[in-house]
């Protein structure tokens, strides 16, 4: 994974016409917040669907870009990482949580949760299916399981320091089929509630 951060790069990508980067970025805040809020209120018991993930990220970015909660219709690059192509994106995402959802059926250990939880958070990122948001919803997303899991929510990186760069480096071990620093990372935060 490449640590350009895909933002949004000027007044005229927002609903709004918002100038204020700051202000753009508390919107973007207060729109994930709700989105938290709205995990908190599933039954844990239910499945992940697309209809989750899309709404999840309509409620985080809807008030301010027209691409809030649909799949995406560009080509995006993330470094030396090959992204699925639009058209992909659907039954990719169809295909992802059919298998998380088996793999969350069947977690008994922590061991198995922790898998869980790496595989939501960097196969959703992967597979990169919006036009922007991805990583934020990742994070959401494998919270979701962890609270399926009873675990608190999941902090993989602070803004302050090195958290940044080392949460980066985990993804991009993983884009070469090293999990062990992003497991390493979720192990280090899982806490019971």
């Known amino acids: ?82 992204l699925p192509l639009p058209y ?25 949760h922790i898998d869980c939880l790496t595989y939501a958070h960097y196969e959703f990122v992967k597979i990169h299916p919006f036009n922007n948001g991805n990583g934020r919803l990742g994070r959401i997303l494998m919270n979701m399981v962890a609270l399926k899991f009873g675990y608190q929510p999941i902090e993989l990186y602070k803004r302050e320091g090195d958290a940044r760069k080392i949460y980066i480096d985990a993804l991009r071990q993983s884009d070469i089929g090293n999990f062990n620093s992003l497991q390493s990372l979720i192990r280090k935060e899982i806490k019971t509630f």
Do not use: C
């Open 1 to 82: 994974m490449d640590d350009n951060t895909n933002y949004t790069t000027g007044p005229e990508d927002n609903l709004l016409g918002i100038t204020d980067y700051n202000q753009i970025n508390e919107l973007e805040t207060e729109g994930l917040s709700f989105a938290e809020i709205i995990v908190f209120e599933l039954n844990a018991e239910d499945k992940i669907t697309p209809y989750i993930l899309l709404s999840l990220h309509k409620t985080a970015f809807g008030l301010l870009y027209d691409w809030a909660g649909k799949w995406r219709t560009i080509q995006v690059n993330m470094g030396k990482l090959e």
């Open 88 to 112: 992909q994106v659907p039954n990719l995402i169809y295909q992802f949580l059919d298998n998380l959802n088996f793999k969350i059926s069947i977690a008994k250990t922590l061991d198995d």
